[in-house]
């Protein structure tokens, strides 16, 4: 049944239609009315891309022609839809998670304007819509213009509160790392159009296929386009050396975080390289460089999470360090379990996320969990949801989290035992950070004003309902893709997956992989334990030593990146500015106007009012003219 | 006569009206200057058009009409010329009357 294929088009259709009914009415609309607007649209993708997505489970994939959106000779770009695995998977997430984002929405910003609510939905729904049609489209030029679509959706929610000069910097900010990786995008694009003519995936890889290590597609191209690719992904999906933009994306609204860092945005990297995987299983350098550059991320973003006391900053340093994950499993070739982990992770950010949302709106817009503690008992439904997505990202089984770091980490196991080391010692401290982030917002006394404690409230049904659905998909989602080595008939998710991604066969027997489940698990529930030792009664003012520091200023990258980049630029454009600007261009501009006025004031004396004259110049000039002919014709 | 006789009268009466309209400063002579630059170009349409009739009826074309073309010129500028003479003659009794004067240096409020 192909039938509901050729519906696939309303699945972007729907959020764009949301975005511009929300962005054009919004002087019109009431809360009530664009909240629903909103919502529905993305539900109704969501009802959409669960038929599509059973259909894919069944056996159906394909693309979807619409119209030939570039022709140009020989070469057309086809508006087309790839529905296969990997792309239904991507959809069920952004649009499942997306709704619930939207829903919780409605309720945390209910004290915004009506137009501006209806603006931020307008936002969201072009979001999702940009995402979708990342996801969706079946040849990179497509899957660019979503990659854009979301670099302008992130910086217009980033900077959504735009009287706030700090956040449209952060928004400047996120905008322009971004740009830095589209740039690579970009170049890699060309270089593909260039090397093979066709943009199609599978045209793409049919032609890889055909011609690699050729004179046509040598291995230079294969690592210079993976790499491109790769530093594109950086920028997206906020890793070493692009990915100080989104902590600081904090600046927008808490749910815009959770749907940055959990649906979309975000994970538009690992989606771009899952998808390439055929031409990446070709590049063994790009791929050690990925796996290093992840793992080294996913090291230092966790460190810095250690030390912060701003709670969304802690949790979007931790996606940070889990997007490090993912590109160490993409970097070590386990593309399947890369995607898996999008999958917890998009539960359980999301859900850590909207939680810290149900934090700041009780607490009044505090964000520093110092100045938090003892929350549990009055955010009862907050507190769980959050405890249990705390538990599925440290990775304790049976919670999702466990299952798809587990893959990654055998999978780092087999590629290189040092790899190991360091990554089970980034997920140790990222069980160590959550719980912190736990134990000092949730238990021990309340440390925070009278006032505010006097203002302690759940949050309404609009806002725990999707905590609720999140906190059970964080538990159940990452059943899904068990390891065979606990039960038999297992790696559903790989299975899957397999028509896009090709299954690895893991040659490691069941024993060693027991005994790496327990050692991570064991050392992770160490390490909670050590956070509810040290955090249980945290009382402030304890006196932090010379490494906390480093680390709470976040190993002074951004410092870093100012000095050595940011402050020469501004030097350089000083420069620019005042010397050739100033001197050169507007010297040029300003001469011509002179040279003209100068040159107008000297003729203006020919005009005596002396008929004689005026003969005399008249003869002369066509004597003069009739010489110039005279000599031209020769 | 070869045509060369007729250019090169042409050219002088041509450079006498030229001179005479650069140096003189009445009106009146300026303006008979000018009349004779007019009919030095007419003479030369008309010795034009004579050579190339001659040329065609020694060629053998016994009807022909060649060099027609030129004469038709010389009656549109003489009525051109007439029609300019009018109304430049008016406009010099108006400058007579006005400044009691034909010397064209006196008008040089031309760039008021």
Known sequence: MQDIFQLAYWIPLLPLLGALLNGLGRNHLNRTLSGLVGSATVLGSFV????IFFQVKAGQSGVVHYFDFIRVGSFSIPFAFQIDALSSLFLLIITGVGFLIHVYSTAYMHHEEPAHFARYFAYLNLFVFSMLLLVLGSNYVILFMGWEGVGLCSYLLIGY??????????????????????????????????????????????????????????????????????????????????????????????????????????????YLIARSNMLYSLAPHTLHLISWVGLMTALLAASIAVAQNDIKKVLAYSTVSQLGFMFLALGTGAYAAAVFHVMTH??????????????????????????????????????????????????VPPFSGFFSKDAI???????????????????????????????????????????????????????????????VLSIVGGWVGIPAALVPDAEALHHFLSPVIPVLTHAVSHETEYALMALSTGLVLAMIAAAWMRYRNYQPGTPANAFINLLENKWYVDELYHKLIVH???????????????????????????????????????????????????????????????FIRK | MPINYYLFLSLALFTIGMVGVLTRRNA???????????????????????????????????????????????????????????VGLAIIVMMYRNIHSVDINFLNRLKH
């Open chain 1, 48 to 51: 959409l891309s669960l038929l």
């Open chain 1, 161 to 270: 509160w735009f009287k706030n000069p700090a956040y449209t910097a952060a928004a400047n900010k996120a905008f322009i790392m971004n740009r830095i990786g589209d740039l690579a995008f970009l170049v890699a694009l060309f270089w593909i159009i260039t090397k093979s003519g066709v943009v199609g995936f599978q045209e793409f890889f049919a032609f890889v296929q055909q011609h690699q290590f050729t004179d046509r597609f040598t291995a230079t191209d294969i690592t210079v386009i993976t790499v491109l690719f790769f530093i594109g992904a950086t920028g997206k999906s906020a890793q070493l050396p692009l990915y100080t933009w989104l902590p600081d994306a904090m600046a927008g609204p808490t749910p815009v975080s959770a749907l940055i860092h959990a649906a979309t945005m975000v994970t538009a990297g690992i």
């Open chain 1, 346 to 395: 998009a539960f359980f950010k999301a859900l850590l996320f909207l939680g810290s949302g149900s934090v700041i709106h009780a607490m009044g817009g505090e964000q520093d969990i110092r100045n938090m503690g003892g929350l549990s008992k009055k955010l009862r439904v907050t507190y769980i949801t959050f405890l249990i997505g705390c538990i599925a990202i440290a990775g």
């Open chain 1, 409 to 471: 980490l055998l999978s780092v196991f087999l590629h290189s035992p040092i790899q190991y080391a360091l990554a089970l010692l980034a997920a140790l401290l990222t069980a160590f950070y959550m719980f912190r982030l736990l134990f000092l917002t949730f238990s021990g006394r309340f440390r925070g004003t009278q006032e505010q404690l006097h203002h302690l409230h759940e949050s309404p049904l609009a806002m725990t309902l999707p905590l609720v659905v999140l906190a």
């Open chain 1, 568 to 630: 020469p630029f501004y030097v350089l454009a000083g420069w620019l500015r005042a010397i050739v600007e100033a001197k050169g261009i507007d010297g040029l501009v300003n001469g011509v106007g002179r040279a003209v006025q100068y040159s107008a004031r000297q003729l203006r004396l020919v005009q005596s009012g002396q008929a004689g004259l005026y003969v005399l110049l008249m003869v002369l000039s066509m004597a003069i003219m009739l010489l110039i002919q005279f």
């Open chain 2, 28 to 86: 009146i002579i300026i303006f008979m200057c000018i009349e004779l630059m007019l009919n030095a170009v007419n003479l030369l349409l008309v010795a034009f058009s004579k050579m190339h009739y001659q040329a065609a009826l020694e060629a053998g074309q016994l009807a022909t009409q060649a060099g027609v073309e030129g004469q038709l010129f010389v009656f549109f500028i003489m009525v051109v010329a007439a029609a300019e003479v009018s």
